[in-house]
């Protein structure tokens, strides 16, 4: 019997034991830092992926050769 044969009775034992040990308001508790985290990642990826949007907008805006732009 490996990890990947668990089952549904498998899962409900596991969870009722995690239950017993931690207690329902730690559990809650850690449920909600993580999805703090999750909501934190997708605001960092999305604020990256804006970041280098702005950055070829910017890059394609100024066409100007490198030795003509100080020659104003």
Known sequence: MGIGNIGL???LLIAVVVLV????????????????????FKKGVSEGGQELEDQKAEDAKDVTPAE???KV
Do not use: Q, Y
């Open 21 to 40: 040990l931690f207690g329902r308001g730690k559990i809650s508790a850690l449920m909600g830092e993580v999805g703090k985290g999750i909501t934190a």
């Open 68 to 70: 003509d732009k100080d």
């Open 9 to 11: 009775p498998g899962l």
